[in-house]
C-alpha cells in the first residue's frame, strides 16, 4: 500500500509541476521559416504532365489569428482584394549566377485554411504545406530549371509576416 501511495503522490508531483508551465508568449505578428521543398513527377486531371513542387515552411503566431475559412470572402477578403488571399509566392529564376524575379501572368497566390486554435491559449506553432504544379508537355516546356520562391503569409489582422526564401530547386 506505501508503494502505491508513493508512486500515485510522485505521479501527482509530475503532473502539477507539468501543468504549471509556464506558457510562452509569441509575437502577434506572424513569423515564418522555411522548412524544405519536395518534388516530383506527376500527371494532371487532363493526363498533362507535372512537376509538383512542395513547399513546406513553420508559421508560429501569438494570437493564432492564421488562415481563411471558405466564407470569409467579404470586407478586405473579397475576390477583388489583394487580402482575398493569404500566402503570397514569388518565383526567382537563376540566370548565370543571379536569381531574377519572374513575372507571372498568373500570381502564386493561396488561401490557407482557418488554423486557429481553440481553447485560452491562441499560441500558434504549425507546419503548412502548399503544392505548386508546373505543367508541361513538347510544345510548352517547363518554364525554368533552376529557381526559388520568396513568400509571406498575411494574419487575418492584415499583419503581414516576415519574408523567407526557399532552398533552390532544380527541375
Partial sequence: MKKINCILTSTLIIISLYSCRKIENYSEIPEISFNNIFVTDSVD??????????????????NGDIGLKESDTIGPYNKDSIYYYNLFIKEFEKIGDNFYEVSNKFPRNYRVPYLTPEGQNKNLKANI?????????DRNP??????????????????????????????
Fill in 45 to 62: 486531371v487532363l493526363n498533362n504532365r507535372t512537376k509538383v513542387v512542395e513547399l513546406s515552411f513553420i508559421v508560429i503566431d501569438g
Fill in 129 to 137: 504545406k502548399v503544392n505548386i504544379e508546373y505543367s508541361y508537355n
Fill in 142 to 171: 517547363l518554364p525554368f530549371n533552376i529557381f526559388k520562391y520568396e513568400f509571406f503569409l498575411v494574419d487575418r489582422q492584415l499583419q503581414h509576416s516576415n519574408i523567407d526564401t526557399s532552398s533552390t530547386i532544380f527541375f
